[in-house]
């Protein structure tokens, strides 16, 4: 298509939040719909300058909109690069020659590598669709990927990001696959593991299922959305760092499949191992703990289940050269106490401050994990590395390398605190039979987490606590009174999520 | 969620055209979002009086919206039933129980009727997003409909919509499963069938993933847009009809699950069988034929895929005591020579009409057709229905039949003409060795068809022709400039779209 006068078109900026997917609106009778025949709901191609992207096209037949203007979303308008009355023209979008290689995949079989690399690069492109998109990750769910496909997506994730090489030929890191609230050791063990020297240059996701992800957790702390070369300042003057990943430009791709698989609640093991190690190895990580959290109400529910993920990590690891250990761990209940991002930062400072009241399954659970990489990465002997993990804790060191990585990144803030808080209270008296993470998780989001900062649930109880009727089990924390009502009626619903036997 | 003052919007018609999608708009700072706490993107139910409905939220940050006011798209605005002025409570969506049978389909298996219940009434009740949709449609293409699942599915789609009950206890039908372009034989068929008494209530989709469908087709003659009531006058006067299904609120589920497969350019045996067969059910149908055509580049490739499909048909027929009767037909290549809504509707008049240079083959076909439903309903004994086909058609009977019928539905009107058209030209003397259906229907579609009326091509040769260098192969109409450039890049990109022999 050759752009020309007749499809030119006044840009308008709306100020329209539509995350990354981009958004036009034009009026019904502007002259380039009549003249290229595009119609509402089509995708089309926007072109400013040398930049084109791909824009979902609405048509609005109001006065709202001029005749010879266009409005964008704000992605679209960061997409062009555009400066108020700048001029845009539309034309078709080309047809998206890889979503062949997606129905191929939904009615026949595997991909190659070649096929993998064009559905990424259209992804990267923005040349899909939010339904495209979601028939690609409902396919690789629905019809596993195989070893072969996930290493295919992994480098194809890789190859169309950023990168980063690091001086030390030796880089650590750690990712938990989640699905168990709270359970933030991420921050605890980067600051006890650069503190011994090793480089950590940690980067972290937003949650895709859960109230919080690290990256949520630590944004109420600290600056987290840097970009490649603030990451390699701080970690060269730290050893450490704690960065959204989607700041940093690894895997872009990564960002639309989390956004679809955030909308459909759901994950699958293959395209997690992609998305996990394509950050990874594009952040120049060499030695990886990947922490598999067991338990029935937790994403991975059987042992079974955690040595069949196991197994595959380790083999795309292996494709890449990757060090990996995996650390299958206790998955029954929530690690600390609070869910939703403030609340699990609480926690996490009270376990790098030593608090008497930090809560202990937190703080072993980060040493373990600590550990495993000390050992893995040759700082410690085997079987050693959970006892230097624990002096560098206990003697305070890790608690300042901890404010010394925030402090590069542009200080330190204390968590804040909800607006309203709310008791939800044993309705008899007897002792913590069970815990639904699931369904705790699903009330930490409903209050408002990730959202909003400070909302989410404050757990008060373990298994195996004696309560007396009237207890708090756990306290609501939220920022309106409109999310208030909305949990409550959730936890009223589900007078399931903690259950007290006799 | 109680509605309360504080969540009182004003709602503003935006005349925003998003299909069947609803959409509203709000101020980033607007009073609601700061109380309830819902966020960009998010999925929010909309009240005006009595009336609710889902919506996905997009949220502005431009004074383009004023902060107490809501923008609301026209499926939005038609939903709510408002007036100017109206005000609109906003509140969370609540969430989405049956998205737990969704993700259960992607990993892990069959669903149950009362499983399947739920997610097709959230469908008509609008609860799905694009994404959810999309998800459903890939789920159970990838990992297909069991028999009794593709049962399940039908009654869902025929319960949640409108039922039509005629005072003939026999009533007839016909339905191509597509996929070759061309091939209007719906409307000659309907008139032979209806002039021998018999009542053919013909409802018909718009085009999924073809150049047009018989509505978009018949549009071009006559009104195609009629609610139950009207559609049971014209039957009752004419004993036949040619009408938009979704018009007459048969199987409203898919309509949305029409508009997925239509983006994402497929659809599955499963859920064509329930779409066509809940339709037929829903509109009264007893006896029904189905025309299957087998060719290379068909929508069904081999006679083994075309016998699965039949058998799969026949058995979810008899869960619905409906009688039916495939016919397996040539899909090597086009039938007739126009693809798209008004060059098929003139191939069809010059059949009814017994215009000498009338395509032979679409004549054959619409005989073949209507002889098998007068055979499947007993109005002509086994091997004689074509004979007596052919005389209703040769005899002028069934044009008559057909303006009687187009007169009943509001008139009847000749196709237009295409403001563009250019040939393609044989670029070397020899024979015509193969048509790819698929490629052909693309070009069609890149023209302009089905939302363009007049646009699409024009074929002049059939396989086996001899063509001389310079012949033209086919012609192409468009309306305007813009797709006309578009579509010559396609072809000339695309040199194997009819391949000479010599």
Redesign the interface.
């Known amino acids: ?2 752009p020309d006068s007749a ?1 030119r078109l006044r840009a308008r ?7 990354h997917e981009a ?1 036009a ?1 034009v009026h ?1 009778d502007c002259p380039v719909c ?4 595009v ?3 089509s995708r089309v191609r926007l072109t400013h300058g040398e930049t084109s992207i791909i824009a979902t096209l ?5 006065d ?1 909109l001029s005749r010879d203007s266009i ?1 964008l979303s704000e992605s679209a308008w960061a997409g062009l690069g555009l400066a108020d009355g700048g001029e845009v023209h539309v ?2 979008a080309p ?1 998206i020659a890889s ?1 062949t290689h ?2 191929h ?3 026949d079989g595997g991909l190659s590598e070649i096929q993998v690399q064009s559905i990424v690069a259209d992804i990267v492109n923005g040349a899909y ?7 690609f ?3 690789i ?3 596993p990927l195989s070893k072969n496909e996930v290493v295919f997506l992994t480098r194809a994730m890789i190859e169309t990001g950023e990168r980063t090489q690091w001086s030390d030929s030796l880089v650590a890191d750690k990712h938990c696959v989640g699905g168990l609230p709270g359970n933030r050791t991420t921050p605890i063990v980067v600051a006890i593991v650069a503190e011994t020297g090793l480089l950590i240059p940690k980067t972290s996701s937003r949650a895709i299922t859960s109230p919080a992800g690290t990256a949520d957790t630590m944004e109420v702390m600290t600056r987290v959305n840097l970009d490649r070369e603030e990451m390699w300042r701080v970690v060269e003057e730290t050893n450490g760092c704690f960065i959204w990943g989607d700041g940093a430009g690894f895997s872009p791709a990564d960002t639309d499949i989390i956004r ?1 698989e955030r ?4 994950d ?1 093991p293959g395209v997690m191992i992609a998305s996990v190690l394509s950050k990874k190895i594009a952040a120049g990580s060499t030695h990886v703990v990947i922490d598999i959290p067991v338990g029935p109400t937790a994403k991975i529910r059987t042992t079974a289940e955690a040595e069949m993920l196991s197994q595959l990590f380790l083999k795309v690891a292996a494709a890449f050269s990757l060090e990996l250990r995996l650390e299958i761990t206790d998955g029954s209940q929530p690690v600390g106490r609070g869910m939703g991002p403030a609340l699990e930062a609480r926690d996490v400072l009270a376990v790098l401050r030593n608090d008497e009241n930090a809560p202990a399954d937190l703080r072993e659970k980060s040493l373990q994990l600590a550990g495993a990489i000390l050992e893995l990465a040759g700082k410690a002997a085997s079987g050693r590395g959970q006892a230097l993990a624990q002096d560098i804790l206990t003697g305070g060191r890790a608690w300042q390398r901890f404010l010394m990585i925030c402090k590069a990144q542009g200080g330190f803030l204390e968590p804040p605190s909800a607006r309203h808080q709310r008791p939800v209270c044993a309705p008899r008296t007897g002792r913590i039979g069970s815990i639904d993470n699931r369904k705790l998780a ?1 009330a930490a989001k409903l209050a ?1 987490a990730p ?2 900062k400070a ?1 989410g649930l404050d757990l008060k109880v373990r298994l195996g606590d004696s309560v007396r009727q009237g207890d708090p089990l756990f306290v609501l924390h ?6 208030l ?2 949990v409550l ?2 936890v009223e619903a589900n007078p399931d999520i903690i259950e007290i036997t006799h």
């Open positions: 298509m050759r499809n900026r709306l100020g329209l939040q539509s995350q958004i609106l019904t009549r003249s290229e025949g119609s509402a709901h609405y048509q609005i037949s109001s709202w409005g034309t078709h047809p979503l997606v129905r995949r939904i009615f669709s939010d339904i495209h998109l979601a028939a990750v409902t396919a769910s629905a019809r679809i909308a459909l609640n759901f699958s699903r408002g959202d909003d909302a939220t920022e309106t009174i409109g999310e009502t909305y009626d959730y």
